[in-house]
């Protein structure tokens, strides 16, 4: 018996109890599972954000509106970057700080070289979800086309929180249109060979920097969590 009768003859197993002329259509799918495990608070869901984002080997950082432009222009000091490419639609007081730096535009005639020369990208992002650490692109007016989150090897993206953040994937596919360019982002790109020996950038940048910005200062997120705490607690 070849490999492809076995395979037919554990269909044919497996499909003998179903009814002829039912379709994949006829027996109703029960919806009800669960869309998030548990309940958080939204700065709860920021927290596990950030925590499962280091698990997965990403640089997460904490910001205000005002402290931003200041933040990126030290972490791309840092790095030493002198080249960075930014969407169009990308906030420009962003990179108010950022001196020196040469800012690069996306552009649909760049080439798979030019990109990979470029030292960093600076993006938004669509949603966040905590309970996954994934950061999900969409290709927006702040995200740009799909290949320059992809080709350089920094990649660092502002996540505006607590709004963009949301507990689980189910609940961040609503937010989501499924015609658009969807770039999921757990990490930096990463692999394992058959040795298991892990090698990072093959598949997109080796080094993801995360930004959690808050539009109210630390200390009004804090009063506003406390608030959450005691409204569940009542």
Do not use: K
């Not at 086309?145 to 920094?154: E, W």
């Amino acid at each position: 018996m070849s490999s492809r009768d076995m395979v037919l003859a554990r269909v044919r197993r497996a499909l003998v109890d179903v009814p002829r002329g039912e379709g994949p259509g006829g027996v109703p799918v029960a919806r009800d599972y669960h869309r998030v495990h548990g309940s958080r608070t939204s700065a709860q869901n920021v927290d596990l954000l950030a925590e499962n984002l280091a698990d997965y080997r990403a640089v997460v950082h904490r910001s205000d509106v005002e402290g931003l432009p200041r933040l990126i222009g030290r972490l791309l000091a840092e790095r030493g970057a002198r080249t960075v490419l930014v969407p169009p639609g990308l906030d420009a007081s962003w990179t108010a700080g950022s001196t020196g730096v040469t800012l690069v535009e996306d552009r649909a005639s760049s080439t798979p070289r030019e990109l990979d020369a470029v030292d960093s990208v600076l993006t938004g992002c669509a949603v966040a979800i905590a309970e996954t650490g994934t950061l999900v692109l969409d290709g927006g007016p702040d995200q740009g086309r799909r290949r320059i989150t992809l080709v350089p090897d920094h990649h660092l993206c502002v996540v505006r929180v607590p709004g963009q953040v949301v507990g689980s994937v189910p609940e961040a596919l609503p937010r989501l249109a499924p015609d658009r360019p969807l770039t999921w982002i757990s990490g930096p790109s990463a692999t394992s060979d058959i040795e298991l020996d892990r090698v990072e950038g093959v598949h997109g940048p080796r080094t993801l920097e995360v930004i959690l910005l808050a539009a109210a200062s630390e200390a009004e997120v804090e009063s506003e969590a406390e608030a959450e705490a005691e409204v569940e607690a009542d």
